[in-house]
């Protein structure tokens, strides 16, 4: 309470002693995200890693991950953990977010094929209506 960084701790140590613990996993990356301490951010990609190996149908854990990698700039990484929790979940903000990863990458097409998809599963989403006309408008 009141510090992110003791609550990182706890978290670390609950990972520790279960590694399947997925809410603690959650909440480590998402703390870790918020903080934008580079070095916790690389540590939240290793121990989601981990854990997703053994449990990759936890999206929730996916998109902390894909945050994570967002903001290290990895953006191959990223795109697919959105595209991946996005399409299951589907979840026109992960895929909105998985379509401005792709464009970082220079893959227009799937970045307008990602915002097209987030549209399918929700026609009113504002991000990827948005993103369309811009990128629609560019060409």
């Given at each position: ?41 690389r540590e939240a990609v290793e121990l989601s890693s981990q854990y997703l190996r053994r449990r990759s149908n936890d999206d929730v854990v996916r998109l902390d991950r894909a945050m994570a990698f967002r903001l290290l700039g990895d953006w191959r990484y990223a795109s697919d953990d959105f ?57």
């Amino acid at each position: 309470r009141g510090s992110a960084a003791d609550a990182l701790t706890y978290y670390r140590r609950a990972i520790l002693i279960d590694p399947l613990d997925g809410t603690a996993v959650d909440r480590f990356a998402f703390g870790a995200v918020s903080l934008r301490d580079r070095r916790v951010v690389r540590e939240a990609v290793e121990l989601s890693s981990q854990y997703l190996r053994r449990r990759s149908n936890d999206d929730v854990v996916r998109l902390d991950r894909a945050m994570a990698f967002r903001l290290l700039g990895d953006w191959r990484y990223a795109s697919d953990d959105f595209e991946r929790a996005g399409v299951r979940e589907r979840d026109a903000t992960a895929l909105t977010f998985a379509g401005y990863c792709a464009l970082a990458l220079r893959q227009r097409s799937r970045a307008v094929a990602l915002w097209r998809r987030a549209l399918s599963f929700d026609r009113n989403f504002r991000a990827s209506r948005h993103a369309l006309r811009l990128r629609v408008a560019s060409q």
